[in-house]
């Protein structure tokens, strides 16, 4: 997942941290995709609950494009473990 924020505006994507090839590395995104779809509405949810709103500007269904690879950087060790973590979930 990749958040960025600016201004009063919050773009979030789901990408890879590897590239991987294959039928079964594309359903894997497709399944990452879908599973954010349903977080963000959980999100929505308690945030109307909190009296805030999304204003959604553009959303790409699960599948429509190829997930773009993250390029490396020097991560702190705690950061790696974190992403290692998510991987295996």
């Known amino acids: 997942m990749q958040v960025v924020v600016g201004g009063d505006e919050v773009r979030a994507a789901v990408i890879r941290l590897e590239d991987k090839v294959g ?7 497709i399944e990452r995709e879908r599973q954010w779809c349903q977080d963000l509405e959980r999100v929505r949810s ?3 609950g909190l ?3 999304i204003a ?3 959303l790409t269904p699960p599948g429509e494009r190829i997930l773009p ?6 991560r702190p060790a705690a ?3 974190n992403i290692e ?3 295996n979930r």
Do not use: P
Request: charged share 50%.
């Open 46 to 48: 308690t945030l109307d």
């Open 69 to 74: 690879v993250a390029k490396r950087s020097a």
């Open 79 to 81: 950061a790696r473990q």
């Open 51 to 53: 009296g805030l709103r």
């Open 56 to 58: 959604e500007r553009s």
């Open 23 to 29: 039928a079964d590395a594309r359903h894997e995104d």
């Open 85 to 87: 973590r998510e991987r």
